[in-house]
């Protein structure tokens, strides 16, 4: 099964508005990444925070961890049209040597 | 440019026709990766390597081979393809899987099998 799990699955929200998804994961992790896809295209880097970090920023995102209950968010300020994406979050679990991935959340950012 | 080079982009085969996809990186990266992504299921891993002439299943390894006999390379063999491996396939790379794995990722390569 999965390592990550997003929530929700699709989230549609108005340009200006703030985006908030959700990854929660099963075992004891080195880090989590999110990454974004455009529709049926490679997924590219976003922001990674380790297990002993709390909160990170880049930009527009912030990404927060909470490892005693296995969950993470990414919030995207301010969203724009191009944000339009599927968002992932993957985790490293420790001593795996493999990144896992969830099932990703659909953003839609309304002009 | 540093990236991730999947072939074919786009195949159409039909069930039991041996095929290759290949992935190169020009990054220099120890560790590389296959995912398949389906609808309803994210992406799921195949195969990965860490570095050359070693390689690991993942989470769904039946029907696919993999051989790392280079650095740069890391080809996903179907050798009796069948409907169910119908998806959208990617390859991915990163410098090494010492703790901050950080994946470039291939274009895709949308296979479908008759």
């Known amino acids: 099964s999965q390592q990550g799990e997003e929530d929700p699955q699709a989230l549609s929200i108005q340009e200006g508005e703030n985006a908030t998804m959700n990854c929660s994961y099963k075992t004891s992790i080195n880090n989590l990444q999110w990454y974004r896809q455009n529709s049926g295209r490679g997924l590219v880097h976003l922001i990674l925070i380790r297990s002993n970090e709390r909160e990170k920023h880049s930009g527009r995102l912030r990404v927060t961890l909470d490892t005693s209950k296995k969950s993470s968010s990414l919030l995207i300020t301010a969203s724009r049209a191009a944000d339009t994406a599927s968002y992932f979050c993957?985790?490293?679990?420790?001593?795996?040597?493999?990144?896992?991935f969830g099932d990703g959340t659909t953003l839609t950012v309304k002009p | 440019e540093a990236q991730v080079t999947q072939n074919p982009r786009y195949l159409i085969t039909v069930t039991g026709k041996k095929l290759t996809v290949t992935c190169s990186q020009n990054?220099?990266?120890?560790?590389m990766s296959w995912y398949r992504q389906d609808p309803g299921l994210g992406l799921r891993q195949i195969y990965y390597s860490m570095n050359v002439e070693v390689t690991d299943k993942g989470d769904v390894p039946e029907g696919y081979k993999v051989s790392r006999k280079e650095k740069r390379n890391f080809p996903l063999i179907l050798e009796s393809p069948s409907p169910n491996q119908t998806s959208l396939y990617f390859c991915?790379?990163?410098?090494?899987?010492?703790?901050?794995?950080?994946?470039?990722f291939g274009a895709g390569s949308r296979l479908t099998v008759l």
């Open positions: 991915a790379s990163s410098p090494d899987n010492s703790g901050a794995n950080v994946l470039t």
């Open positions: 990054m220099n990266h120890e560790y």
């Open positions: 993957a985790t490293d679990a420790r001593g795996a040597g493999k990144s896992t």
